[in-house]
């Protein structure tokens, strides 16, 4: 796979083509957020920069108050304590946490448990610390959950991480307390340790997502991140929070691996958790677009998504056409999206993903409402095979 392309660069460059050549796109490929995030985060990120001129190097975890500030938002979001000296680590975004995570606890020959299709780094990381990976294929009959139970036990035996992602890229899947709760409960048995991936936590689309945190800490860690819930991609910024051993060890290698993530950025983030009225507003725009897109797929006769989804649609193609096919016939519209096959491992021969294509809702509304409209226009040629 780390061989290939990565799957998002390639449609980059399809925009970049569309921009040069002013042609009018779509653009619902890379999850990349085009929203500005709060004019109070510009502001204090400004502030920062020009109060902290001879700063020098941050600290390479997370200034102190800045993790203190992440714990006081994770006792309201999630009523739960976690000690901000030894249980939180600033992240440069969730992808280099979790590359350095990976790199920081796997040592070559252990198994890690990944759900596919997933999020491409979960995958990268293993790869890089040599370690062996058992893909847990995501698929419509199990609602698009991980089958962590039909894992062999020859295999749980050598298995150090099992990953997860709820709320799901790409498929939009959402689970319940309990369902959390017997996950955890698998992992302490089997002491394996418990890596979730949450920084869609706050973009759902039914009831508000608990974090695995509330279940427990033991073994158990969560990736945060400010990149989709409040438009900071560009900022580069996330915390690993969990077991205070596994994070402590993270904490002691980061100075090893990283400088920290600069402080005005740090700044920025404290500002951004003090909005949860940006994120109630974003998520809903989200909700918006997807509806708006998923009624027009719908409507010319694909099958309903299974989840209602809010950042992305996990969309199961016309019958006798694969996610590639239908991808192209999309392009031809000038509707960028991503084929499932690109984001899904090929498991004897089989690919989880063949049948599907994924849209990010990131464009505005109102281009969502032209694009659903060609859809429908075009249906025709989007159904023949
Ligand atoms: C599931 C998942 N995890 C992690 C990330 C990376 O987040 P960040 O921008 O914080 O590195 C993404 C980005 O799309 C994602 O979809």
Redesign the pocket.
Known sequence: MVDEIYPFDRVVNFIEYYKKKKIKYYDFGF?NPKEAPHKKVLEACTRAIMENKNKGYPTAIGEIYVRKKISSWMKKRFNIDINPLTQISVTN????G?LRFSLTILKPGDYVLIPTP??P?ITTAAIKAHAKIYFMPLKEENQFLPDYDAVPKTIIKKTKILWI?FPN?PTGAEVSKKYLAKLVHFCQENKIILAA?E??IDLYSKQKPHSVLEISDDNVVS?F?L??SHSM?DY?I?WVAGDKNLIQKFQREESWMESGVPSFIQHALVEALKHDDYVKKLRREYIKRNMTLSTALSSIGLQKPAYRGCFYIWQKVPKGQTGEEFYNKLLNLNIISIPGEWLTETINGKNAGKNYIRFAMVSSLKKTIEAAKLIKENRKMLLEN
């Open positions: 999850g975004g969730a992808k280099g979790i997933s999020y780094i992602n890229n991936d920084v869609y990736f991140s990149t989709k991609a580069r996330g």
